[in-house]
C-alpha cells in the first residue's frame, strides 16, 4: 500500500480507467480517486476517462473528463475494478508513463507496472477505503466516502451477495463515520422508471430451466421494443437466478455494436469463472462474464455449465 502513494507522489498528472459499460464500483473507484487525491495533493492534476456513466447513476457521479492524448507520456495512469485489458475503456491507458492497477477480480493477466489486487474484497471501492483507512496520513471527506460507499453497495447487492464480508461491512461503518447517508444513496440508485419494471416482468415470465441452469437468450433489438438501452437491458441476471432448484444463471443479449451476444453468468456454489474464461470473458467465482458470436456458443456454454454442474 505504502507503494500505492509513492507512485501518486511522484506524478504531477494522474488518469484514472476503469472498464467499458461501468457500472457503480467501476465509477465509484474511479471519482472517489480522483477526489481522494485532489483532496490530499491539491497541486496534481487528475482526470477520470472512459465511456458514458449509465442514466441510473448520473445523479450521483460527476461528469467525466474529456483529455488531451498528449497528456499520457508523462502521466501516471490507473486503472480501477478491471482484470483484464481489453475490458478497460479507452485505449490510450497503454500510453501512460507508469500504469497501477487496483482491482478486486480474480487475476487474469497482468497489465500494470504494480498491481493490487485483493480477491476477497467485495469491490474495488473496498479495496480503496482500505488503503485509505490502513493510510492514516491521507485525508477523506463526505463526498468520497459516498462515493467509495455507491461502490459497495452497488457490487454487494446492497450487502446481499455471497462477497458480503466482515471488511464489508467494517469498511462501510468507517464510511459511515463520514457521515454518509445511506438512505439518500438508496433513493437514488434504485428508483425505477415503469419501462424498467416492464422489462423486468418479461425477464421473469420469459426464461427457462434446464436442470439446475435458469437462462434466457433475448432477442435482437429487445431494447427498441421497451424503449430502453443497452446498458440498461443488460445485467438483469439476478432477476432469473432465485428460484429454489436454480444454481447456475445465464442471462445472454446481443450487442449490435460488438456483433455478438453478451453473457452474464452466476453462480450460487461452484466457480464459473473457468467456463468463463473459455468463451472469452473471465470474472469472479460466481459472477462473471463471457461472449458468443451466436445460439449455438450459447448452448455449448450451456453444456458447460451442465458439466460443471456434476463435476
Ligand atoms: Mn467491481
Known amino acids: 500500500m505504502k507503494s500505492f502513494l509513492s ?16 457500472d457503480g464500483d467501476a465509477l465509484a473507484s474511479q471519482f472517489s480517486l480522483k477526489e481522494l487525491i485532489k483532496l490530499n495533493f491539491p497541486d496534481k492534476k487528475v482526470y477520470a476517462v472512459g465511456d458514458e456513466c449509465p442514466k441510473y447513476l448520473s445523479s450521483i457521479f460527476p461528469k467525466l473528463d474529456v483529455i488531451n492524448n498528449s497528456i499520457y507520456k508523462n502521466s501516471l495512469v490507473i486503472v ?4 483484464n485489458k481489453d475490458r478497460i475503456s479507452d485505449d490510450n491507458w497503454k500510453f501512460g508513463q507508469f500504469i497501477l492497477k487496483i ?26 477505503a482500505k488503503i485509505i483507512f490502513e493510510e492514516k496520513k491521507l485525508k477523506i471527506n463526505k463526498e468520497i466516502a459516498k462515493f467509495l460507499m455507491v461502490g459497495i453497495i452497488t457490487d454487494t447487492g446492497r450487502f446481499l451477495y455471497k462477497n458480503t464480508k466482515k471488511d464489508s461491512f467494517y469498511y462501510s461503518y468507517k464510511l459511515l463515520e463520514e457521515g454518509v447517508n445511506l ?10 422508471d415503469d419501462k424498467m419494471i416492464k422489462f423486468s416482468g418479461y425477464i421473469m415470465l420469459k426464461y427457462k430451466n434446464k436442470g439446475e441452469i435458469s437462462y434466457i437468450v433475448l432477442k435482437k433489438g429487445i431494447e427498441k421494443k421497451f424503449k430502453i438501452n443497452f446498458n440498461e437491458a443488460t445485467s438483469m441476471v439476478n432477476l432469473i437466478f432465485g428460484g429454489k432448484n436454480t444454481k447456475y444463471a445465464l442471462y445472454a443479449i446481443w450487442n449490435s455494436n460488438e456483433k455478438l451476444y453478451k453473457i452474464s ?3 450460487k456454489s461452484k466457480p464459473i469463472n473457468k467456463v468463463a474464461n473459455k468463451f472469452n470473458g473471465g470474472g469472479h467465482k460466481n459472477a462473471a462474464g463471457a461472449k458468443a458470436k451466436n445460439k449455438r456458443e450459447i448452448k455449448k456454454m450451456i453444456g458447460e455449465l451442465e458439466k460443471n454442474s456434476e463435476s
Open 80 to 83: 480501477v475494478d478491471t482484470a
Open 265 to 267: 453468468l452466476r453462480s
Open 183 to 192: 438512505e439518500s444513496i438508496y433513493k437514488e440508485i434504485y428508483k425505477k
Open 103 to 128: 482491482d478486486h477480480h480474480v487475476f487474469v493477466e497482468k497489465y500494470a507496472n504494480l498491481e493490487i489486487i485483493e480477491e476477497n474484497a467485495s469491490s474495488c471501492a473496498e479495496v480503496i
Open 7 to 22: 507512485f501518486i507522489k511522484k506524478y504531477d498528472s494522474i488518469i484514472i480507467h476503469r472498464h467499458v459499460n461501468p
